[in-house]
């Protein structure tokens, strides 16, 4: 009489551990980010401008390697991480165009690459507190990747990842203050 | 006829005595340069004209750079650097972008006139007082092959050359 009970018990339980598991992000996974064909194309120190390698992140670590040589970077140093979609965004929108039409073309986009790359630019500190700048170019799509794992790995950013591009549908601010 | 070719060479003579002579005053009138032993450099502000993060970091850097091999300094130091409040006479570069004209590196490379970038920076100097001991307007530019990204460099380049001429 008790295996009866126990049997559907057991059954819905790994069931539902289950689908935990599978509907689990896969943000969550930690699993090491690797991009190669990467371009860095300034600031990092101990490499040369414009080498194309790997860039990794694993255990709290971003890691370029080009050739022979490679730069370690602490991912809590790093105070900003800015996409080329970010940039775009918080240039573009409806007071973009507006000021676009001011002097100097105030509001247009400048851009540094060719669009068919993704760019990815970190800001981040040294031991004594000089603030140091990087900036990446990888193939399309792989910045906002990278991106997520830096952040979820400790990274700070002034532009917070767009819901869409995260696959979870905001919650309503309305919705929030309701008791 | 005689005498005519002499004044001619007297005028010309006085001519050339007085151009030697506002010259010389113009060099006597230089200004004096700038003494310091450490720069710091700060990021790039964009008040006016809204920069990517890529292109400010891509100037900050550059200027790091060439501001490191023009030797000026016995230091260089980075924004936010804790050493360097300890310098007596250290000159902080405050930079904002007030202009830029986007060209096309298409157009560059199809005409190589046409399709130039400019990006126009108001460059101060500022001592530890905070006053300003020099202030110019730079502009970096890209004319003919390369992508936006030389502009930035272009724009290091000669703020290395105005530090080289004042400091």
Same mark, same amino acid.
């Given at each position: 009489m008790s295996m009866r009970r126990v049997v559907p018990t057991l059954f819905v339980a790994a069931v539902a551990l289950l689908s935990v598991v599978l509907l689990c992000p896969p943000g969550f996974a930690q699993q090491p980010?690797?991009?190669?064909?990467?371009?860095?194309?300034?600031?990092?120190?101990?490499?040369?401008? #414009?080498?194309?390698?790997? @860039?990794?992140?694993?255990?709290?670590?971003?890691?370029?390697?080009?050739?022979?040589?490679?730069?370690?970077?602490?991912?809590?140093?790093? #105070?900003?991480?800015?996409?080329?979609?970010?940039?775009?965004?918080?240039?573009?929108?409806?007071?973009?165009?507006?000021?676009?039409?001011?002097?100097?073309?105030?509001?247009?986009?400048?851009?540094?690459?060719?669009?068919?790359?993704? =760019?990815?630019?970190?800001?981040?500190?040294?031991?004594?507190?000089?603030?140091?700048?990087?900036?990446?170019?990888?193939?399309?799509?792989?910045?906002?990747?990278?991106?997520k794992e830096?952040?979820a790995?400790?990274?700070?950013?002034?532009?917070?990842?767009?819901p869409?591009?995260t696959g979870q549908a905001p919650a309503s601010?309305?919705k929030e203050?309701k008791? | 006829?005689?005498?005519?070719?002499?004044?001619?060479?007297?005028?010309?003579?006085?001519?050339?005595?007085?151009?030697?002579?506002?010259?010389?005053?113009?060099?006597?009138?230089?200004?004096?340069?700038?003494?310091?032993?450490?720069?710091?450099?700060?990021?790039?502000?964009?008040?006016?004209?809204?920069?990517?993060?890529?292109?400010?970091?891509?100037?900050?850097?550059?200027?790091?750079?060439?501001?490191?091999?023009?030797?000026?300094?016995?230091?260089?130091?980075?924004?936010?650097?804790?050493?360097?409040?300890? =310098?007596?006479?250290?000159?902080? @570069?405050?930079?904002?972008?007030?202009?830029?004209?986007?060209?096309?590196?298409?157009?560059?490379?199809?005409? =190589?006139?046409?399709?130039?970038?400019?990006?126009?920076?108001?460059?101060?100097?500022?001592?530890?007082?905070?006053?300003?001991?020099?202030?110019?307007?730079?502009?970096?530019?890209?004319?003919?092959?390369?992508?936006?990204?030389?502009?930035?460099?272009?724009?290091?380049?000669?703020?290395?050359?105005?530090?080289?001429?004042?400091?």
């Amino acid at each position: 009489m008790s295996m009866r009970r126990v049997v559907p018990t057991l059954f819905v339980a790994a069931v539902a551990l289950l689908s935990v598991v599978l509907l689990c992000p896969p943000g969550f996974a930690q699993q090491p980010v690797a991009v190669p064909d990467t371009k860095q194309v300034l600031g990092l120190e101990g490499v040369k401008h #414009n080498a194309t390698g790997t @860039l990794s992140i694993e255990k709290g670590t971003l890691q370029f390697k080009a050739g022979k040589k490679k730069a370690d970077l602490p991912v809590t140093s790093i #105070n900003d991480v800015i996409t080329g979609n970010d940039s775009q965004r918080a240039i573009g929108g409806f007071i973009g165009t507006l000021t676009m039409f001011g002097p100097y073309g105030s509001g247009r986009f400048l851009s540094l690459f060719r669009t068919k790359i993704d =760019t990815l630019t970190i800001q981040y500190h040294d031991a004594s507190g000089g603030l140091h700048g990087a900036i990446f170019t990888m193939p399309v799509g792989k910045a906002e990747d990278v991106k997520k794992e830096l952040l979820a790995e400790g990274a700070k950013t002034t532009i917070p990842i767009e819901p869409a591009a995260t696959g979870q549908a905001p919650a309503s601010p309305k919705k929030e203050q309701k008791p | 006829m005689k005498r005519a070719g002499h004044c001619y060479v007297f005028a010309f003579l006085v001519a050339a005595s007085l151009f030697a002579g506002s010259a010389r005053s113009a060099q006597d009138k230089k200004p004096q340069k700038i003494s310091a032993s450490a720069i710091q450099i700060l990021l790039f502000q964009s008040d006016e004209v809204k920069l990517p993060a890529e292109f400010q970091m891509a100037l900050y850097e550059h200027v790091i750079e060439e501001l490191q091999k023009a030797g000026k300094f016995e230091h260089v130091y980075r924004d936010g650097d804790h050493a360097a409040a300890n =310098t007596k006479d250290l000159i902080t @570069l405050r930079s904002n972008v007030t202009g830029f004209k986007q060209g096309s590196e298409r157009a560059r490379q199809v005409t =190589t006139v046409a399709g130039a970038t400019s990006i126009t920076i108001h460059c101060q100097f500022v001592d530890k007082s905070g006053k300003v001991q020099l202030e110019r307007d730079i502009t970096g530019k890209v004319r003919f092959f390369g992508g936006n990204l030389r502009a930035t460099y272009d724009f290091a380049k000669k703020v290395a050359k105005e530090v080289q001429e004042s400091f």
